[in-house]
């Protein structure tokens, strides 16, 4: 199960998401924030992984409560 697609963006800032591009997995993270329109969406910096922005148009999508394990998490 991939978790529930958020189709309204904006009130996204604080919660963990995944974000999907093509039925695909691109990254988990924490919203850091969003634009006011709620096309775009920053995550915030974790790791290694740098402050990333995610535009609905380039065909991203978020998913709350994603079942994925966060990246080296696999098997703790």
Known sequence: MKGEKVE????LPGQHIAIRK???LVRLGEVEDVTATGDMLWLRQE???L???FHKAEG???WL???EAA???AGK
């Open 8 to 11: 309204d963006w904006a009130d």
């Open 22 to 24: 093509l039925g695909r």
């Open 47 to 49: 790791g290694i992984e």
């Open 51 to 53: 402050r990333t922005l």
């Open 60 to 62: 991203f999508s978020a």
């Open 65 to 67: 409560n994603p079942t």
């Open 71 to 73: 990246p080296g998490t």
